[in-house]
């Protein structure tokens, strides 16, 4: 399971059909991929990795706080992508991506795992596999990229 984290001053998701939006202030905008051999170990792995991680800068201006710290807010958006396999050709391939109702029930659960230790009304998340169009307003700007399958 991938997570790549954006510390971000604001964020949002928009979908046209059906017509949805959600939206966060200060905290992570977090695009979450799935691949195939991923269980809810990951999920949970990768909530906890994303609550504890200490990126917010403290009064002394160094990364020390973590988005509990802060009190900030998660925007939580699905997306396969993140398992692209570019090696051969230009075209991507996604064969290490997990299937959809398999990688929505992940999803489900690490958005659940977030929500459990920060509550409900501090993760907002986008509409699993819809198209969307996401804004965000970068601060830093800090990416980082969690792998459980590198770490675990």
């Known amino acids: 399971m991938r997570a790549f984290l954006q510390r971000v001053r604001k964020a949002s998701v ?8 959600s939206s ?3 905290g992570y905008l977090v695009l979450l991929g799935v691949a195939e051999e991923d269980t809810e170990k990951e999920a949970e792995y990768l909530a906890q990795k994303t ?7 403290d009064k002394e201006g160094k990364m ?6 802060i009190q900030g807010e998660i925007l939580s958006v699905s997306q396969f992508t993140l ?9 991507p391939g996604f064969s290490r991506a ?21 509550g ?7 509409i699993f596999a819809a198209n969307m169009l996401v804004s965000l307003e970068n ?9 459980s399958n590198k770490i675990l």
């Open 51 to 57: 609550i504890g991680l200490r990126v917010f800068e």
């Open 98 to 118: 997990a299937e959809p109702e398999k990688a929505k029930k992940l999803y489900e659960q690490y958005n659940n795992f977030l929500r459990k230790e920060l």
């Open 24 to 26: 966060i202030q200060k």
């Open 139 to 147: 601060d830093g700007p800090v990416s980082i990229l969690l792998d």
């Open 120 to 126: 409900d009304s501090k993760v907002q998340t986008g």
């Open 64 to 69: 020390n706080l973590s988005i509990q710290d």
């Open 14 to 21: 928009t979908i046209e059909t059906p017509s949805y939006f």
């Open 83 to 91: 398992y692209a396999d570019t090696k051969k050709g230009n075209r």
